[in-house]
């Protein structure tokens, strides 16, 4: 990465990883279901001997098969072992159980106790007048955009990566008839007040849609925007009066990182406040996902001005997002944020793991590890994305992959990434020994492997961004 910072926190990571990892992997190892142990690979037994010599605290299991049933609870040892995203979690018994003795009044009558609960909650916590219970990330994103977005022509500046634009099936053109402007950070990381200044589009000419609103994503990809730059590019939009919204989808990710950062306590409500409060302060308004590493079954909350709530909640509506009997969802997510927020730090100390097992073996990473996500690229050491996939679905309890991108969540197993870095080392041990025979060499790779070699870096950077 071209970027001090980026290497900054990128060689810090690298040493602290092997102490923060150890710590991690005692503090939720008990979690998940007994794993079978025969294994015929060296390098896999290596991995659960060191696995099994930790600490074990007494926890009580996340599903039970009294209370969730047997499918759930391998459900969760399979979902423990994917890495293809954060939202591969399951509710857990005890967050059922809260949904269970939920308020079940009608939320579109203001009736119903626990989403309004919720509402009030998240508020406080970001340091908004209000809040709004949606169902999905992109729903509150979009209604954040329609809220803001008076009348065109007018435009939204992202980074060409943005969620909002990208994978928002194009709802900002749909619902709000603007016109996004997508940046390139220079940096290769992270939109900047240099990126973004001359990109404004303002004055009266009337070929231009005017910059009407600034739309940032932290986490993006993982990666934490630095907060002074986000104070920055809030103050410069202020020049201009224009509008600033966050997809802080994984804003609960950088939360966690500022409360280790900080030595708070992520199970204190206030220091999460605190936490929260300073990142979301440059926002107008604020989109929280409780279904990406938090595990909520569902559900996403927009915050800002009182004004701005009342008008996205009839948005909302008009959407088809309202919903009646809400309280079993807010009460799911309320324990999320209770229960699962302090456990962010640990997977991603799990993340900090796999990226130096890893880097280790000679894998190429391809973005700074800040958060949970980890890029990666086996090409260097010989092997495909593809050939390496396949070698985990067929271990004895398989581990689930999707192209270059690593997701940890709070229910990802400490096993599961030492698993996959041994499988990765077993790999790389073939080719070097010249028996990779399902290991592709390189100019046979598969399609979406061959498309990365050729279009080199340009295909490194966008695949930083789904
Ligand atoms: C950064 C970001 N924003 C918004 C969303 C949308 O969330 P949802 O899938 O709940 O619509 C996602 C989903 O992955 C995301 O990664």
């Known amino acids: 990465m071209s970027c001090c910072r980026g290497s900054l926190v990128y060689h810090s990571i690298i040493h602290s990883t092997v102490q ?74 005890a967050q059922l159980l809260a949904s269970l003795r939920a308020s079940r009044g009608d939320d579109l009558y203001s009736e119903d106790e626990d989403t309004a609960a919720l509402e009030a909650r998240v508020a406080r916590l970001t340091g908004k007048e209000a ?59 992270y939109l900047t007040v240099e990126d973004i200044e001359p990109a404004l589009v303002l004055g009266e000419d009337i070929h231009t849609a005017p910059t009407k609103l600034i739309c940032i994503e932290n986490t993006l990809s993982g990666t934490i925007i630095p907060q002074e730059e986000v104070v920055r590019i809030g103050e410069l939009a202020r020049r201009h009066d224009i509008i600033m919204h966050l997809d802080g989808a994984r804003i609960w990710n950088v ?15 206030e220091d999460l406040r605190v936490a929260l409060t300073e990142l979301c302060e440059p926002f107008e308004s604020v989109s929280l996902c409780l279904s990406k590493g938090i595990g909520a079954p569902i559900g996403s909350m927009l915050v800002g001005s009182k004004d701005f709530i009342k008008r996205a909640r009839w948005f909302r509506k008009a959407f088809g997002g309202g919903v009646r009997q809400s309280g079993g969802m807010a009460a799911a997510a309320d324990y999320a944020i209770t ?5 962010l730090a640990d997977s991603h100390a799990l993340a900090r793991r796999l990226e130096q097992g890893l880097s280790d073996l000679g894998c190429e990473i391809l973005a700074p590890v800040d958060t949970s996500m980890v890029f990666f690229s086996p ?34 197993s400490p096993q599961a990434v030492e698993d996959f870095i041994a499988c990765v080392a077993e790999m790389k041990a073939e080719v070097e020994d010249g028996k990779g025979a399902e290991v592709r060499k390189e100019g046979e790779q598969s399609t979406s492997d061959e498309k990365m070699v050729v279009e080199g870096k340009l295909r490194k950077q966008a695949v930083l961004g789904y």
């Open 131 to 189: 809040a709004l219970f949606g169902v999905s990330g992109t729903m509150t994103n979009q209604l954040a955009i329609r809220t803001h977005m008076k009348q065109p022509p007018h435009s939204v500046i992202t980074d060409y990566r943005a969620h909002v634009h990208k994978m928002e099936a194009g709802g900002i053109a749909m619902f709000s008839q603007a016109t996004t402007h997508q940046l390139v950070p220079h940096n290769g990381i």
């Open 255 to 269: 939360a966690a990182k500022v409360v280790e950062d900080r030595v708070m306590d992520p199970r204190q409500e």
């Open 379 to 412: 090409l260097s050491i010989g092997l495909t994305l593809d050939s390496v996939s396949a070698r985990l679905k067929s271990l004895p309890v398989p581990i689930t992959m999707m192209r270059e991108r690593l997701v940890l969540h709070h229910q990802t």
């Open 20 to 93: 923060s990892s150890r710590r991690s992997l005692s503090s939720s190892v008990c979690k998940f279901p007994p794993f079978p142990t025969s294994s015929s690979s060296p390098t896999l037994r290596r991995s659960l001997a060191f696995v099994s010599s930790m600490p074990v605290p007494m926890s009580k299991p996340e599903v039970t098969a009294e209370v969730g049933g047997q499918r759930n609870v391998d459900k969760l040892l399979a979902i423990s072992r994917d890495f293809r995203s954060d939202t591969m979690t399951i509710p857990t018994d």
């Open 339 to 343: 229960h699962h927020f302090p456990r």
